[in-house]
């Protein structure tokens, strides 16, 4: 089925755009790719293949790349010769490591889809990533990512979930696009001080998160008392027998959203008239 898809495809030559080879237990990548420099779309997730044919260097129209769900071991070095690649996805392979020169050539990549490997570190490189707008990390091994990924000046979406993380860089502050940040499930115990950034969502739930520093009311009537603990307290279990959705936050989340300069509805007040 598959030699007879890609046949199909190589008749149409150089006005074949779009070549879809999901799921087809494929082994090696088709050399014969090379005879499709018009290639626009190249989909081969779901396969059985372990690492890319120096051929797919050839195309250099192509703009979306899908090998998630394969055996590649790297981010293969010949991604450096696509230029026009909008869209990596290498998802649920057994990446490690990126290639040398990697990033070299992909000025006008905007996603970066790498979750479900084994990677334990980003190199340096990444930030010739200019164009980039979404680097999403998931699931995978990261314990620190470098200072060099925070001067990606178009990075608007950030996903670090479920990975091994114990801080984040200072410099994090320079992501001036930056809206969506998720952190959930590392090991983060201080936040860097970030309020500059214009946040639309923030997860960090899963996290030894703790302020770095103490808030204190100005006015006692500001300070939940036991009662009003105990009122919400109640209130969750009660509405726990209707399924409802409990009052209380999460504190991890709070925490987070409070070192962000987020107003919950606890602690806009504190927010508002204490020292931080």
């Known amino acids: ?60 129209q192509l703009t979306a790349l899908n090998l998630g769900n394969n055996l590649l071991e790297e981010v293969p070095e010949e991604m450096k010769y696509l230029t026009s690649l909008k869209k990596l996805h290498l998802f ?88 969506k940040l998720l952190l959930v499930r590392n090991n983060i115990d201080v936040l860097p001080e970030f309020q500059d950034l214009k946040l639309r969502e923030f997860y960090c739930e899963g996290n030894p998160l703790f302020l770095k520093q103490p808030v204190s009311a100005v006015k006692q009537e500001e300070v939940w008392n036991l009662q009003e603990l105990l009122a919400h307290g109640l209130s969750n279990v009660i509405s726990s027998f209707f399924f409802c959705i409990p009052s209380a936050a999460a504190m991890g989340r709070t925490a987070g959203l409070y070192s962000t300069g987020a107003k919950t509805q606890n602690l806009s007040k504190l927010n508002d008239q204490s020292e931080v």
Not at 29 to 57: A, W
Not at 132 to 142: E, F, P
Not at 147 to 171: A, G, V
């Open 1 to 60: 089925m598959a030699e007879r898809l890609l046949v199909r495809a190589l008749r149409g030559g150089k006005s074949t755009k779009i070549v879809t080879l999901n799921g087809k237990k494929i082994t090696k990548m088709p050399s014969t790719l090379e005879k499709l420099p018009g290639l626009k779309t190249l989909d081969l997730q779901n396969n059985l293949i372990p690492k890319v044919c120096p051929e797919i260097s050839t195309l250099t």
């Open 92 to 179: 649920g392979n057994r990446i490690h490591r990126f290639a040398s020169g990697a990033c070299d050539g992909l000025k006008n990549l905007i996603l970066l889809n790498l979750n479900n490997n084994l990677l334990t570190w980003i190199p340096e490189e990444v930030s010739r990533l200019k164009s980039l707008t979404c680097l999403s990390i998931n699931h995978n091994q990261l314990a620190s990512i470098p200072r060099q990924l925070c001067f990606l000046e178009n990075l608007s979406e950030l996903q670090l979930n479920y990975n091994q993380l114990i801080c984040i860089p200072e410099e994090i502050k320079f992501l001036k696009m930056l809206q």
